[in-house]
C-alpha cells in the first residue's frame, strides 16, 4: 500500500496592491517587519485530494483563512491533529512528501512567503499562526531573533543543505570572489537577501570572506551598498525564476540563485545552455534549521517536529530532497542534475561584521522620508580654505548631488534657515519651507520633485544676506515636529540639516532645552532621527555632535559634495545602531 501523504495547505503571502497610495502601501509593509526600515512568495498548488476528514487546529495566532485540504487518510484516522509550519518555496516540496503516520494522524498545514521579521515578530508577541519554522538558514534566524530579542526553541541545526551559485551562460565573465559579485549590479543580478536565499547565502558568503581576510571590507561595503539602493527600487524584486529565464534569455550576464533554485528550473524549462559555478567552489551553507515558534505545551507540535526531523534522515526524505535540489545535511553533492560537486563551507567569525553589514543592509533598503534644512544664515558666505567656494558653495552642491542617489522610493522636502524670514504668505518665521516632502518621482506643475529640489537648492545663496543671524535651535525643533507629524510608516524618517553650525540668535530656545525637548517629545515606537552635517573645516562640529548625542542622532562633518554619500550610508546606519543597542538593554 503506497504511503499516504501529509495534508498540506500551502499559502502565498499577500503582495501590495500597486492602486495604493504611498502612505496605505508603507503602513501594509510596516505591519510586515519588525523593524520600521523598510521591509514574496511562491505560488504552490495543493497536490492530491481526497475524503473529508474533521481537523482539529493547533495554531494559537490568526488563522490566515484556509482550511487544511480535505483528502484521504489511513482509516484509523477519523479525526486529525493539524500542525502549522512556516518555511521557505523550496522546503514546502519536501513537506509534501512526508508520509502520515496512522497511529499519531498529524497533519501540517504549511505556509510560505513570510518574512523572518515578521515570523520572530509574531513569535515574541505570542501570536505567531505556526507553530513550527523552518527558515533557509540558521545564521538568518538568529539574526532575525536578536533584532526582535526572542529566542525560539531550536529543534533541529539543520533538515538540509543548499548553496549559492552565480548562474552564467557561456563564455560570460566569472568572479573571483563573492564580494566581486556582490559589487558588480550589471553583471551579477539577484534578488532582495531579506526575502530570497540565494541573495542572501551570498551576502553570508561575502561576509565570510572578509571575516577570513580573503577580501576587504571596502568592497563588501560598496556591493551591500550597491545592492541596498538597486534591489526592489523600481518594483518588485525579481524572483529565481525571473532572474535565471533573463540569464537564459541574454538579457543579463549572470543570476545569483541557490542550487536548489537552479536545479528545480533546469527540471522545468530546461535551461541546458545555463551553468552554475562559486567564486573560489565556496559558498556559506543554508541550513534549514526547524524552530518551536508556539509556546503550547501540547505534545502534538513536537510529535509533529520528530516526524520531520526523522524523515529528512530516512530514504524516502534524502530522495525527497534531491527532488528538490536540496542537499542532505552534510552537503553530500546532488547525484543527478546537481549545479556543483563537493563545495568549501563559506564561514563567517566576525559577529560585528555580519550584525552591521546586515544593519547596514536593511536601513539603506528602506524608503527615506526626510526633511533637508539648509542653513541659509550669512556665515554660510564664508569661503571655504583651499577652494574657490564659500560654506554656501559646497552645502548646495553636496544636496544637488544627495538628490540624485535617492530612488524613486524615497520621500524628500526642503527648509532653509536664519531668522525672520519671511514667507510667500507674509508670515515671518525662522526658516522657510521652500520644497514639502513628496516622493521623488512625484510631479507637481509639470516637474518632479527631485526638480523641483535642484531649483529650490540653487537659488537659495542669491538670497542670503551677509549678516544674517542662524536660528539653528528653534529650526531644528520645528523640522522634528514636521517629520513627527507627518511620520511615514515602514520608512526611516530622518530631519537632516546641513549647517556651519553656530546658533545666533538671542531669542532662540537654549541647546539644553531643545535637546530635552526632543527627548521628551520622541516616540520611540516612531522615531524620527536627526543627521547633522558640518559644512567645512570650520563647523561647530562640537555643538553639532552634542545635539546629536543628546536627542539620539549622528553628526558629521563634510568637506566635499561626495562626502554625502558615505554620510548617508555611514551617519544612518549609526543611527539605527544606537537603537538597536538601546532595545537590547
Same mark, same amino acid.
Given at each position: 500500500?503506497?504511503?499516504?501523504?501529509? #495534508?498540506?495547505?500551502?499559502?502565498?503571502?499577500?503582495?501590495?496592491? %500597486?492602486?495604493?497610495?504611498?502612505?496605505?502601501?508603507?503602513?501594509?509593509?510596516?505591519?510586515?517587519?519588525?523593524?520600521?526600515?523598510?521591509?514574496?512568495?511562491?505560488?504552490?498548488?495543493?497536490?492530491?485530494? =481526497?475524503?473529508?476528514?474533521?481537523?482539529?487546529?493547533?495554531?494559537?495566532?490568526?488563522?490566515?483563512?484556509?482550511?487544511?485540504?480535505?483528502?484521504?487518510?489511513?482509516?484509523?484516522?477519523?479525526?486529525?491533529?493539524?500542525?502549522?509550519?512556516?518555511?521557505?518555496?523550496?522546503?514546502?516540496?519536501?513537506?509534501?512528501?512526508?508520509?502520515?503516520?496512522?497511529?499519531?494522524?498529524?497533519?501540517?498545514?504549511?505556509?510560505?512567503?513570510?518574512?523572518?521579521?515578521?515570523?520572530?515578530?509574531?513569535?515574541?508577541?505570542?501570536?505567531?499562526?505556526?507553530?513550527?519554522?523552518?527558515?533557509?538558514?540558521? !545564521?538568518?534566524?538568529?539574526?532575525?531573533?536578536?533584532?526582535?530579542? &526572542?529566542?525560539?526553541?531550536?529543534?533541529?541545526?539543520?533538515?538540509?543543505? &543548499?548553496?549559492?551559485?552565480?548562474?552564467?551562460?557561456? *563564455?560570460?565573465?566569472?568572479?573571483?570572489?563573492?564580494?566581486?559579485?556582490?559589487? *558588480?549590479?550589471?553583471?551579477?543580478?539577484?534578488?532582495?537577501?531579506?526575502?530570497?536565499? =540565494?541573495?542572501?547565502?551570498?551576502?553570508?558568503?561575502?561576509?565570510?570572506?572578509?571575516?577570513?581576510?580573503?577580501?576587504?571590507?571596502?568592497?563588501?561595503?560598496?556591493?551591500?551598498?550597491?545592492?541596498?539602493?538597486?534591489?526592489?527600487?523600481?518594483?518588485?524584486?525579481? !524572483?529565481?525564476?525571473?532572474?535565471?529565464?533573463?540569464?537564459?534569455?541574454?538579457?543579463?550576464?549572470?543570476?545569483?540563485? %541557490?542550487?536548489?533554485?537552479?536545479?528545480?528550473?533546469?527540471?522545468?524549462? =530546461?535551461? *541546458?545552455?545555463?551553468?552554475?559555478?562559486?567564486?573560489?567552489?565556496?559558498?556559506?551553507?543554508?541550513?534549514?534549521?526547524?524552530?518551536?515558534?508556539?509556546?503550547? !505545551?501540547?505534545?502534538?507540535?513536537?510529535?509533529?517536529?520528530?516526524?520531520?526531523?526523522?524523515?529528512?534522515?530516512?530514504?524516502?526524505?534524502?530522495?525527497?530532497?534531491?527532488?528538490?535540489?536540496?542537499?542532505?545535511?552534510?552537503?553530500?553533492?546532488?547525484?543527478?542534475?546537481?549545479?556543483?560537486?563537493?563545495?568549501?563551507?563559506?564561514?563567517?567569525?566576525?559577529?560585528?561584521?555580519?550584525?552591521?553589514?546586515?544593519? #547596514?543592509?536593511?536601513?539603506?533598503?528602506?524608503?527615506?522620508?526626510?526633511?533637508?534644512?539648509?542653513?541659509?544664515?550669512? #556665515?554660510?558666505?564664508?569661503?571655504?580654505?583651499?577652494?574657490?567656494?564659500?560654506?554656501?558653495?559646497?552645502?548646495?552642491?553636496?544636496?544637488?548631488?544627495?538628490?540624485?542617489?535617492?530612488?524613486?522610493?524615497?520621500?524628500?522636502?526642503?527648509?532653509?534657515?536664519?531668522?525672520?524670514?519671511?514667507?510667500?504668505?507674509?508670515?515671518?518665521?525662522?526658516?522657510?519651507?521652500?520644497?514639502?516632502?513628496?516622493?521623488?518621482?512625484?510631479?507637481?506643475?509639470?516637474?518632479?520633485?527631485?526638480?523641483?529640489?535642484?531649483?529650490?537648492?540653487?537659488?537659495?545663496?542669491?538670497?542670503?544676506?551677509?549678516?544674517?543671524?542662524?536660528?539653528?535651535?528653534?529650526?531644528?525643533?520645528?523640522?522634528?515636529?514636521?517629520?513627527?507629524?507627518?511620520?511615514?510608516?515602514?520608512?526611516?524618517?530622518?530631519?537632516?540639516?546641513?549647517?556651519?553650525?553656530?546658533?545666533?540668535?538671542?531669542?532662540?530656545?537654549?541647546?539644553?532645552?531643545?535637546?530635552?525637548?526632543?527627548?521628551?517629545?520622541?516616540?520611540?515606537?516612531?522615531?524620527?532621527?536627526?543627521?547633522?552635517?558640518?559644512?567645512?573645516?570650520?563647523?561647530?562640529?562640537?555643538?553639532?555632535?552634542?545635539?546629536?548625542?543628546?536627542? =539620539?542622532?549622528?553628526?558629521?562633518?563634510?568637506? #566635499?559634495?561626495?562626502?554625502?554619500?558615505?554620510?548617508?550610508?555611514?551617519?544612518?546606519?549609526?543611527?539605527?545602531?544606537?537603537?538597536?543597542?538601546?532595545?537590547?538593554?
Amino acid at each position: 500500500m503506497p504511503a499516504l501523504l501529509f #495534508s498540506i495547505v500551502i499559502r502565498e503571502s499577500n503582495t501590495v496592491d %500597486t492602486s495604493q497610495s504611498r502612505r496605505a502601501a508603507r503602513e501594509q509593509q510596516q505591519k510586515k517587519t519588525t523593524r520600521k526600515w523598510a521591509a514574496t512568495g511562491a505560488a504552490a498548488i495543493i497536490l492530491l485530494s =481526497g475524503g473529508v476528514v474533521a481537523v482539529n487546529h493547533l495554531n494559537e495566532g490568526e488563522n490566515r483563512g484556509t482550511s487544511p485540504s480535505q483528502r484521504a487518510l489511513p482509516q484509523e484516522c477519523a479525526t486529525t491533529q493539524n500542525v502549522t509550519v512556516e518555511t521557505t518555496p523550496t522546503m514546502a516540496q519536501v513537506l509534501e512528501k512526508i508520509p502520515v503516520d496512522p497511529e499519531k494522524c498529524i497533519t501540517l498545514d504549511v505556509s510560505i512567503g513570510e518574512s523572518s521579521a515578521e515570523m520572530l515578530s509574531q513569535a515574541a508577541s505570542g501570536s505567531s499562526y505556526a507553530n513550527l519554522w523552518i527558515p533557509d538558514s540558521s !545564521t538568518r534566524a538568529k539574526l532575525a531573533m536578536t533584532e526582535a530579542t &526572542t529566542e525560539l526553541t531550536s529543534i533541529s541545526d539543520s533538515l538540509a543543505q &543548499t548553496v549559492a551559485v552565480v548562474v552564467t551562460a557561456a *563564455d560570460t565573465p566569472r568572479f573571483n570572489h563573492w564580494t566581486d559579485a556582490l559589487a *558588480d549590479g550589471d553583471a551579477a543580478k539577484m534578488g532582495d537577501p531579506q526575502l530570497d536565499s =540565494g541573495a542572501f547565502a551570498a551576502f553570508m558568503s561575502g561576509i565570510a570572506e572578509v571575516s577570513a581576510g580573503e577580501s576587504s571590507p571596502e568592497k563588501l561595503t560598496e556591493g551591500t551598498g550597491l545592492r541596498a539602493t538597486t534591489i526592489g527600487v523600481d518594483g518588485e524584486p525579481p !524572483t529565481s525564476e525571473d532572474l535565471l529565464a533573463q540569464v537564459e534569455k541574454d538579457e543579463s550576464s549572470a543570476a545569483v540563485v %541557490t542550487e536548489a533554485e537552479f536545479t528545480r528550473y533546469r527540471a522545468e524549462h =530546461g535551461g *541546458d545552455s545555463l551553468k552554475a559555478t562559486a567564486p573560489g567552489s565556496s559558498s556559506a551553507i543554508l541550513d534549514f534549521p526547524l524552530y518551536r515558534t508556539s509556546t503550547s !505545551t501540547n505534545s502534538t507540535i513536537d510529535d509533529a517536529a520528530a516526524q520531520i526531523s526523522d524523515f529528512m534522515v530516512s530514504e524516502e526524505g534524502r530522495q525527497a530532497l534531491a527532488e528538490a535540489g536540496l542537499r542532505p545535511t552534510g552537503q553530500e553533492a546532488l547525484k543527478d542534475g546537481g549545479a556543483l560537486g563537493s563545495v568549501t563551507p563559506l564561514t563567517q567569525t566576525n559577529p560585528e561584521i555580519l550584525e552591521q553589514t546586515w544593519l #547596514s543592509y536593511s536601513l539603506q533598503s528602506a524608503p527615506l522620508n526626510a526633511l533637508v534644512i539648509l542653513d541659509a544664515s550669512g #556665515s554660510m558666505l564664508t569661503p571655504v580654505e583651499g577652494t574657490d567656494k564659500t560654506r554656501m558653495d559646497l552645502m548646495v552642491d553636496s544636496v544637488l548631488a544627495g538628490s540624485q542617489l535617492f530612488p524613486a522610493r524615497d520621500s524628500m522636502g526642503l527648509w532653509k534657515f536664519s531668522r525672520n524670514l519671511e514667507s510667500p504668505d507674509g508670515s515671518i518665521a525662522d526658516y522657510q519651507k521652500l520644497v514639502p516632502v513628496r516622493g521623488m518621482e512625484e510631479v507637481t506643475d509639470g516637474k518632479t520633485q527631485r526638480e523641483l529640489l535642484q531649483r529650490a537648492g540653487t537659488s537659495i545663496s542669491g538670497s542670503i544676506g551677509s549678516t544674517d543671524p542662524t536660528a539653528l535651535h528653534d529650526t531644528l525643533l520645528a523640522g522634528f515636529r514636521e517629520v513627527k507629524e507627518h511620520y511615514e510608516p515602514g520608512a526611516a524618517n530622518v530631519v537632516i540639516m546641513l549647517t556651519d553650525g553656530e546658533n545666533y540668535d538671542e531669542g532662540s530656545i537654549s541647546q539644553e532645552e531643545l535637546i530635552s525637548t526632543i527627548q521628551a517629545e520622541q516616540n520611540p515606537d516612531e522615531p524620527v532621527f536627526i543627521l547633522l552635517i558640518g559644512i567645512s573645516q570650520d563647523a561647530n562640529m562640537e555643538a553639532l555632535q552634542t545635539i546629536a548625542s543628546g536627542t =539620539g542622532g549622528e553628526a558629521y562633518p563634510t568637506l #566635499s559634495p561626495t562626502d554625502i554619500q558615505v554620510i548617508f550610508a555611514e551617519g544612518l546606519t549609526q543611527v539605527a545602531a544606537e537603537k538597536a543597542k538601546e532595545a537590547t538593554q
